[in-house]
């Protein structure tokens, strides 16, 4: 890797973080915002808080200052030494790849790619839930959740617990369906209001 690969890459990674500090700190001053606002709807006199908030706010504001204009100064490096290692490519946005103009804020900011794990599959057939915990929409709160399952004793277990002792396994081997849960039925349930949704009997 040449050299100036290794200052693209260092220069990328500093402006990911830039970008991400400059995000925080919006959301930081937002919040704050709200707070004030809302202390003033009620109309509660200027305390201690309240000044500690603008300061807070003051504070952010400088700081995000400061890293506009360390995050211009990144993308001036980075668009540099682009222009310098392939002089004839044009990329749009100012050369630096996988990124675009924000329109809210005005900055840049990193597309990044798609996740390689597929998304999980929503079972909405109630009927066609496997003997394992599935996401599906519960019928009772319509949220997509995904289920809890438990097992309870069926008429199979006694079943193959009977025929295991008519069989001559009466030393405590005919309590072993009872340890099984393929012998068991199984119950899927919402974990967010507890309603059982759909119950898998083995009979």
Known sequence: MTSSEQELKRISAELNHVSLKISQLHERKKFLGIVQELRTRAEFEKTEEAAENQHEIDRIEQKLKELEDRKSELQQSHDRILNVNNPKKNVKGGGVPNQRTGPASGGIFYVEAPP?????????????????????????????????????????????????????CVAGCCLIPFCLDSLKSLTHRCPRCRSSIRTIKKL
């Open 116 to 168: 390689t794990v597929p998304a999980p599959t929503v079972i909405l057939d109630l009927e066609e839930l496997p003997r394992y915990p599935s996401k599906t929409q519960c019928p009772e709160c319509k949220e997509f959740v995904t289920t809890e399952t438990y097992t309870s004793v069926s008429s199979v277990t006694w079943l193959v617990c009977i025929m295991t002792a008519l069989i001559g």
